[in-house]
Structures are given as structure tokens and as C-alpha cells.
């Protein structure tokens, strides 16, 4: 089976889970108008009881559970390209959207990137950022850096956009 990838700021939770709470599950979302959304989650709570379904949009089983950190990779990226998109009101008007043009560009651009590549929005300059793995390792191995060490990140740092953001073809998980 495909290794499990994580983002580098997911893998200290993403290894206290495997550690502590029984490993992680991954939930895929059967809501139709998100069909690559998925949430990974212990897959125990706190107190040692099953995890539950943690929302509405996800299937009520995990897709898949992981409990040994060798199935695990983390997946470091690096920008490779930033530019500014426009965006239009939602059709309730109560969020923010890109246009047709911006989401096609940004499409082009993360295709172009290579295999693994994503985006994530930059709220503060009202940018797409196109990030691209840069170095996979095993989490057996990952040890925790500070960012500068561990991947490039601007003094205002992209926020997230897409919860399938990370290198995996799979979604790259990140934890919620």
C-alpha cells in the first residue's frame, strides 16, 4: 500500500498520534461538491475511546488507519511559483471565490509544478502560491527543525487553502 504523506507542520501531531492515540485514520468526503476534501484524526480520543466521524460531509467509516510510523512520509515542499488572483463574491455573497480565470490559471500552474504540486492561498498579499515537494523522508526519521531549516517559509507565510494541500497524489492530509 501507498505511503502515507504528511506536511512538515503535520508530522509532530501526525507522530504523537501513532505514538499515543492508537494511530491516525483518514476520512474521505462524500459530499459531492468536495469530493478530494479529507481530514485525518486519531483514532482514538483522549481518553481511549474510538475516534467518531469527525464531520458531516465524511464517510462514516475511515477510508483507511494507519498504526506504524514506517507508513508514513513527510513531505517538505518549497515555493516555485506566487501571483496575484482575482476573486469574486460566492453566489450567497457571504464568502470570496476565485473567478473562472484565476482558478484555470492556478490549475495550469500546479499541473505545470510537477507531481505532488498544490497551491495555497496567501491571504495577506491576495496570492496563489504554487509549492512543489522539495524532499520526502520517513517520519521515523524526520526530526522536528525550525522552519528555516526545514523548508522556505515568507515572514507572512501562506495560509492554507485547500485541504488537499501536501505532496501526496493521495491529498497530503492535513490534520484537523
Same mark, same amino acid.
Request: aromatic share 6%; hydrophobic share 30%.
Given at each position: ?8 507542520? !503535520? ?16 476520512? #474521505? ?7 478530494? #476534501? ?7 480520543? *483522549?481518553?481511549?475511546?474510538? *475516534?467518531?466521524?469527525?464531520?458531516? &460531509?465524511? *464517510?462514516?467509516?475511515? @477510508?483507511?488507519?494507519?498504526? &506504524? ?8 515542499? %518549497?515555493? +516555485?511559483?506566487?501571483?496575484?488572483? !482575482?476573486? #469574486? ?12 480565470? &484565476?482558478?484555470? #490559471?492556478?490549475?495550469? *500552474?500546479? @499541473?505545470?509544478?510537477? %507531481?505532488? $504540486?498544490?497551491? +495555497? ?6 496570492? !496563489? ?10 517520519? $521515523? ?9 526545514? =523548508? @522556505?517559509?515568507?515572514?507572512?507565510? /501562506? @495560509?492554507? !487553502? ?5 505532496? &501526496?497524489?493521495?491529498?497530503?492530509? =492535513? /490534520?484537523?
Amino acid at each position: 500500500m501507498e505511503k502515507y504523506q504528511c506536511t512538515a507542520q !503535520a508530522a509532530p501531531l501526525i507522530k504523537s498520534w501513532l505514538e499515543t492515540r492508537g494511530g491516525i485514520a483518514i476520512w #474521505r468526503s462524500i459530499d459531492l461538491s468536495d469530493p478530494g #476534501r479529507s481530514i485525518t484524526t486519531p483514532v482514538k480520543t *483522549a481518553e481511549g475511546d474510538p *475516534a467518531s466521524k469527525p464531520h458531516w &460531509s465524511m *464517510a462514516n467509516k475511515p @477510508e483507511r488507519i494507519i498504526t &506504524s510510523v514506517d507508513d508514513v512520509e513527510v513531505c517538505m515542499d %518549497k515555493e +516555485v511559483k506566487r501571483f496575484r488572483v !482575482a476573486i #469574486r463574491r460566492g453566489a450567497q455573497g457571504l464568502s470570496f471565490k476565485c473567478t473562472d480565470a &484565476s482558478s484555470r #490559471r492556478i490549475r495550469k *500552474a500546479v @499541473e505545470k509544478a510537477g %507531481k505532488g $504540486a498544490h497551491h +495555497v492561498f496567501d491571504y495577506w498579499t491576495q496570492e !496563489a502560491v504554487i509549492m512543489a515537494p522539495e524532499k520526502i523522508i520517513p517520519l $521515523a526519521e524526520y526530526k522536528e527543525k525550525p522552519d528555516a531549516e526545514n =523548508h @522556505e517559509k515568507r515572514k507572512d507565510g /501562506p @495560509e492554507e !487553502a485547500s485541504a488537499a494541500g501536501g505532496c &501526496s497524489s493521495q491529498g497530503g492530509d =492535513h /490534520p484537523e
